[in-house]
C-alpha cells in the first residue's frame, strides 16, 4: 500500500518577517551595517526606538 504524501508551504511568516524588516530599515532610518544586522534582529532595534519615544524627559 503506498501512501501519498502532500507538503503544502505557507510563506505568510516569510513574509511578515520580511515586511517587518523593510519597516525597521525606513522608521528607524538604519545604515548599511545596522541594516545587516536588523537582518536577525529587528524586533530589538524597534522596541529600543518605541522605548525611546515613550520615555518624557
Request: aromatic fraction near 20%; avoid cysteine.
Amino acid at each position: 500500500m503506498t501512501e501519498k504524501i502532500k507538503v503544502q508551504q505557507q510563506s505568510v511568516g516569510g513574509l511578515l518577517w520580511f515586511g517587518g524588516w523593510l519597516f525597521a530599515l525606513g522608521f528607524l532610518k538604519l545604515g548599511f551595517w545596522k541594516a545587516l544586522l536588523a537582518l536577525i534582529i529587528w524586533p530589538y532595534y524597534v522596541g529600543v526606538e518605541v522605548a525611546a519615544r515613550w520615555v518624557v524627559g
